[in-house]
């Protein structure tokens, strides 16, 4: 039984881990496409270490909400559609404590650069934490404790 529970637990951790990296490497993607790198400005630090600094804090908290809603998923034994209400309710969560200011702001009327970033973290954290509760739910699922 206790095996089952650690599969389990290694499969949220697997499933975190890939998930902060596939957003990592896509923001980077998106950084990258966005920005010359050959010209980073005269900041300190400069738009390529901004873009790390991005590319990093986006891996690191999806990673880390995409670790906790497999948990939840696995440790409540869900079934999908629980399993996409908890990702989807969790990060949504996330996403408005994150982006408050950006909201803020484009009530005030103020949407020039705050539209990209909260769409990019709407994709990534609601919407993408609850295809991560339907995937735990199914992976979880076959193992029966």
């Not at 389990?8 to 951790?13: H, K, M, P, T, V």
């Not at 390529?48 to 409540?76: D, I």
């Amino acid at each position: 039984m206790y095996y089952k529970l650690a599969l389990r637990g290694l499969i949220c951790i697997v499933l975190g881990v890939f998930y902060g990296l596939l957003c990592g490497a896509l923001t980077f993607l998106i950084w990258r496409l966005t920005h010359d790198p050959a010209y980073p400005g005269p900041m300190i630090p400069d738009q390529n270490g901004w873009g790390r600094f991005l590319t990093l804090a986006t891996a690191v908290t999806t990673g880390f909400c995409a670790a906790v809603v497999a948990w939840t998923v696995a440790l409540t034994d869900s079934n999908k559609a629980r399993g996409a209400t908890i990702g989807f309710v969790f990060g949504f969560a996330v996403f408005l404590f994150l982006s408050f200011l950006d909201l803020v702001s484009l009530v005030k009327g103020h949407p020039s650069s705050v539209l990209n970033s909260i769409g990019i973290s709407l994709v990534y954290l609601p919407i993408g934490l609850a295809g991560m509760g339907v995937i735990t739910s199914a992976l979880t699922g076959r193992i029966k404790l």
